[in-house]
């Protein structure tokens, strides 16, 4: 008789034990789904956020800024770095920015902070975290347009509101101090306390005079991606072309080493748990493999008796732990679509149990908890629970294989 069909005879005999078994992978296809499709929206929608709070997925810098910034640091001719960039097909945006630490002050108060000089032509509120998060007026109207923009908390400090005077002061390209004064155009709140009692926006040409810049100098140029997997890909594009022989080109892991720490020890402790889970799932394949193989012991020596070869039997047991898990993906499949559906259109909000903590190291994160897959994932999941339900069976198998015809066949 044919193997795969006597395999599949074999596993319906025991239909409860095969069906709580098939079951039991198909919840561990769940549960992966869950973990691996939280992992990959949060990191992702973390990543993105970061990108858009001035580095980008990409930054193009001076050499050495990254290690010890300086605004005596800068780029030359950087619309030609930024066009170069935007020619890229992974570059979704390029933005020209100036950054650097200052102290803000008002009639009452003085506050050090941070800046970030942009033009507004080229920002947009994908690509930019406090653009989307204003809550009060609105961005000045160009790079040469007088006005500032910071954030809720700052503005608290300094008991400031839309058109009030701030006088900022910090170092030049020389290194001496310069201060110049805007006012208030613009107040956002991104949920992040530590962005918001220290962060502004400034107009990039006002700020370029101040610092004694020449029009095409800055101290960054920001990449944005549509998908954040490919930076380190265009990062060593980027690096290895003539035209950024003389500057940095970072991934965010690299300029953004704190958020990339935490999100590998959450990756780590999420591999830990489907670690766990998966070892649970091999338990039960095994389990019910080798619970089948003893109860067919004299069955084997028969089979054995009359010119079935050991290899033979062990490619039946292997053949029933291929369709065991054959069956147990496709129940996996079934039950998982509908609630990864909901999870990716709808979710769970969580912004309960996370209270006004809503940032993760430094990084406004989405109290929603929803799930993404990207195909990598999907192909993961599926072939290392597929490669685990084989695995599991491979004992059992060669238990099969090696049980001797004669002492199977003593009546006890």
Do not use: C
């Amino acid at each position: 008789m044919n193997l795969n069909k006597l395999a599949w005879r074999n596993l319906w005999r025991r239909k409860r034990r095969t069906l709580i078994t098939a079951f039991s992978i198909a919840f561990g296809v769940m549960l992966a789904v869950t973990f691996t499709g939280a992992g990959d929206h949060y990191y992702t929608r973390m990543i993105d956020a970061g990108a858009s709070m001035g580095m980008g997925h990409v930054t193009i810098e001076p050499i050495d800024y990254n290690r010890a910034p300086s605004l005596k640091k800068r780029l030359n001719e950087v619309q030609i770095l930024r066009e170069k960039a935007l020619a890229r097909p992974e570059v979704a945006d390029a933005m020209v920015r100036i950054s650097g630490q200052a102290m803000f002050a008002s009639a009452h108060k003085s506050v050090g902070g941070m800046f970030i000089a942009i033009d507004p032509a080229q920002e947009s509120e994908k690509s930019n975290l406090f653009i989307r998060s204003m809550i009060k007026g609105s961005l000045f109207d160009s790079a040469d347009s007088p006005g500032i923009v910071v954030g809720a908390k700052l503005a608290k400090k300094l008991q400031l509101r839309i058109g009030k005077k701030v006088v900022y002061t910090t170092t030049d390209a020389h290194g001496e101090i310069v201060s110049a004064i805007e006012r208030v155009t613009g107040i956002f709140k991104t949920g992040v306390s530590e962005v918001d009692s220290a962060m502004a926006l400034l107009p990039i040409k006002r700020v370029q005079k101040t610092l004694d810049y020449k029009a095409d100098e800055a101290t960054l140029v920001a990449l944005i991606l549509d998908d954040q997997r490919r930076t380190l890909k265009l990062r060593n594009t980027l690096a290895a072309l003539p035209v950024y022989a003389n500057t940095e080109v970072l991934t965010w892991q690299e300029s953004q080493p704190d958020l990339a720490g935490m999100i590998a020890m959450d990756k780590s402790t999420n591999y830990i748990s489907q670690f766990l889970i998966a070892l649970l799932v091999a338990a039960g394949i095994l389990n019910t493999m080798l619970m089948s193989v003893l109860e067919r012991k004299r069955e084997f020596g028969v089979m054995m008796a009359v010119g079935m070869t050991p290899f033979n039997l062990f490619r039946l047991v292997m053949i029933e732990s291929f369709w065991l898990a054959v069956v147990g993906l496709i129940i996996g499949i079934i039950i998982t679509t509908p609630w990864f559906i909901y999870m990716n259109q709808i979710g769970i909000d969580l912004s309960g149990a996370y209270g006004d903590d809503m940032d993760f190291g430094g990084v406004l994160i989405d109290p929603v908890m929803k799930i993404r897959l990207f195909q990598e994932s999907v192909i993961a999941i599926l072939s290392g629970l597929f490669i685990l339900a084989l695995a599991s069976g491979a004992y059992p198998a060669w238990r099969a294989g090696r049980i001797p015809p004669i002492d199977s066949l003593k009546i006890n």
